[in-house]
């Protein structure tokens, strides 16, 4: 089969090589999955670049996220699986074997039935930015009601979290960083969307939701936002936080907080639990079957253009996601 790997960290263009590779077989409790797409997430090429530490395994076939069919099953599995439409969820997590490739093999339950009306590129934005979407709005209960404030509301997550948060039934609330981001936030869905970059942020937030405070905020830089996010939280409030990139180490003002019951949630979607997981695949799938999710896929590339898809996603530039389409 094809597939890209690396065999060391570095810049994409230099360490990923594609070729051809033995066809993975599946073992006990495993499927094999024809991939269609694969996402790439910036979690991928932070592992890639060396960002996340060194190389984990001999050679590593990037990426978590992807979609596909399962054409094969082995021991223990239904065959009545084969043929299934899928979504995968954490192929290169702590493994060498991720969705770059034309096949994977993965244990049944990570390959999740898409349903019927959503593309493989879209499936393929499912593990990462939806799931952990999905986590950061509801883990804490439902939303209907209240006002959720979404950080970043262009990026990858925060699309697929203002989405969900309004088919969940609350008022939405975006930041975004210019016009064009703008225009997407909006687009999603969000009730009002405010530029961070223009006056005072915390002003602006609490007079779009008619001077009240926020019920719940999805967080993409936790450290940087904190001065903004304390303003506006209100009393047994969250803070659902994954990211904190400008201000790794911030200085929490515990008693203000403490003060107002506010929840502080740290989420990796990687490390969710079995029932966390199996609530945040429920939703998901509930969401798409209701058709309540568009799905923001900015850039795609064919399987021999990889390092470009790397590159485009460690440029930043991307209003949505990267997917890799394999024929």
């Known amino acids: ?14 360490v990923l090589r594609l070729g051809d590779i033995e066809t993975p077989q599946p ?10 797409a694969s996402g790439v997430n910036p979690s991928d090429v932070k592992s890639r670049s060396g960002v996340r530490g060194p190389i984990a395994f001999p050679r590593v076939i990037p990426h978590s996220d992807g979609a596909g069919e399962i054409e094969a099953v ?26 770059c490739a034309e096949f994977v093999c993965l244990p049944e339950g990570q390959a999740v039935p898409l349903p019927q009306g959503t593309s493989f590129e879209a499936g393929a934005c499912l593990g990462i930015p939806g799931s952990t979407a999905c986590h950061a709005v509801f883990a804490d209960g439902d939303v209907t009601g209240q006002t959720v404030l979404v950080t970043g509301g262009a990026g990858a997550v925060g699309h697929y979290a203002i989405q969900l948060a309004r088919w969940g039934g609350a008022r939405v609330i975006a930041t975004v960083s210019g016009p064009e981001k703008a225009a997407a936030a909006a687009a999603a869905g969000a009730h009002a969307v405010i530029n961070y970059r223009d006056g005072d942020v915390a002003a602006a937030i609490l007079a779009a939701n008619a001077g009240r405070p926020v019920d719940r905020v999805v967080e993409v830089e936790f450290g940087g936002n904190l001065p903004v996010t304390s303003a506006v939280i209100g009393d047994g409030g969250v803070i659902a936080a994954y990211g904190s990139m400008a201000d790794a180490e911030p200085k929490l003002p515990f008693y203000p907080l403490m003060f107002r019951h506010v929840t502080l949630r740290m989420l990796l979607v990687y490390l969710l639990s079995a029932k966390e997981r199996a609530a945040t695949v429920a939703r998901l799938t509930a969401a798409l079957e209701a058709g309540a999710l568009q799905h923001a896929i900015a850039a795609t590339f064919d399987l021999t253009e990889s390092a470009r898809a790397h590159a485009v996603v460690e440029s930043g530039r991307l209003i949505g996601n990267s997917v890799i389409t394999i024929g």
């Open 27 to 36: 073992g006990p409790g495993e499927v094999r999955v024809r991939l269609h």
């Open 74 to 99: 082995g021991e223990g599995v239904s065959a009545a699986r084969i043929g299934t439409r899928v979504w995968v969820w954490n192929a290169a997590y702590r493994r060498s074997f991720g969705t």
């Open 1 to 14: 089969m094809r597939a890209v790997w690396y065999e060391k960290t570095g810049p994409a263009a230099e």
